[in-house]
């Protein structure tokens, strides 16, 4: 029998990438590797949570007052470290910390990139075993080359963005990655260790059944949103119905299968919490680059969340997310008059 290698490692399709890209210098590619270094790392953790004292809180609140998982902890430092300890950053902003880290060595000073990451997004759910995930943005700085790294470099819009994914810790591990060429998942092969190319070319279907929303907060919503989640209610067959809702409570689970499968997700402003919840560096930018770039939409409810500029590092956001057509009937729903 022959066997066709047609499968491609995040190596070789980073490579290959490079290979057809005039003057490219290969950071960010050794960038990309890197970061699929620590989330293998971190994979090996998540996998083995329930078996080692790795659960539960680490006893702190970080900066967005929740409780620090050590989970969330250990995947931090693993993210930090491989890029700090890498050729292609100058600097990181996670959502655990307070403030922007700049590395001071003098290749990360001449590096071009910067890294705003979530490190293990949905970790409230760590303990009950459901997916959890890493959420990534890179941004060309646009401090001089040769200096440490600003805060500059970490408040630029989501449009700067030279490439964003995320990786899901689930049935199994999958990377995901968009640049402005395209988005890309990839699929760790346990045997191997190697993230294969899975899912090449990523396209998020136009349309979509499936509604993510916390029906828990219906109340708390503005009522165009409210109005919104009814008419998902009660779509029939007429009118594109019906929808199915989905909401796992973990974002980078809920917008992967969205993405995959079609569908919108929906994290409203509140009553008590206008601005949202979600943070708009760490979790907004990153997706509403991958899912544009797979040909959906991305919105706050009221401008496109890449246009938005960032005047502080941990700044929310509402976030509306998904397929170009439910996105454009929920936007018809928001623009109406009272």
């Known amino acids: 029998m022959n066997i066709s290698r047609k499968v491609l490692t995040l190596d070789e399709y980073t490579i290959q990438q490079v290979r057809q890209i005039p003057n490219a210098t290969g950071e960010l590619s050794a960038l990309l590797r890197d970061i699929g270094l620590a989330a293998k790392r971190v994979n090996v953790e998540v996998n083995k949570a329930g078996l080692v004292d790795i659960l539960g809180d680490a006893g702190s609140v970080n900066v967005q007052g929740e409780d620090v998982k050590k989970l969330d902890v250990f995947a931090n430092d693993q993210f930090t470290g491989v890029l700090r300890h890498g050729i292609s950053c100058a600097g990181i902003a996670s959502e655990e910390l307070d403030d922007y880290v700049a590395f001071e060595d003098s290749v990360s000073r001449n590096s071009k990139y910067v890294v705003c990451f979530d490190p293990l ?24 080359k040769g200096s440490i790294a600003a805060k500059e470099d970490f408040l630029q819009k989501g449009t700067q963005q030279v490439a964003a994914g995320y990786v899901v810790y689930g049935s199994s591990t999958m990377l995901v990655y968009a640049t402005r060429r395209g988005a890309n998942g990839f699929t760790l092969d346990q045997s191997i260790g190697e993230f294969t ?35 998902c209610q009660k779509k029939d ?13 973990s974002m980078v689970a809920d917008v992967h299968r969205n993405l995959i499968k079609g569908g919108i997700f929906m994290y409203p402003g509140t009553v008590d919490k206008p601005k949202g919840k979600l943070r708009l560096l760490y979790e907004c930018n990153p997706f509403a680059f991958i899912v544009s770039v797979a040909g959906g939409k991305a919105t706050n409810g009221i401008q496109r969340i890449l246009d938005i500029q960032p005047t502080e590092l941990h700044q929310r956001s509402p976030l509306f997310i998904g397929s170009k057509d439910m996105m454009e009937e929920l936007e018809g729903e928001l623009d109406k008059k009272e």
């Open 121 to 144: 997004d949905g970790s409230g759910n760590i303990d009950v075993n459901v997916s959890i995930g890493t959420i990534f943005g890179v941004y060309r700085r646009v401090s001089s």
């Open 197 to 231: 190319l899975s899912h090449p070319d990523i396209k998020c279907p136009p349309k979509g059944k499936i509604y993510s929303v916390n029906h828990g907060n219906f109340f708390q919503y503005d009522k165009k949103v409210q109005r919104y989640i009814d008419i």
């Open 237 to 249: 067959k007429s009118n594109g119905g019906p929808y199915t809702q989905r909401y796992i409570g």
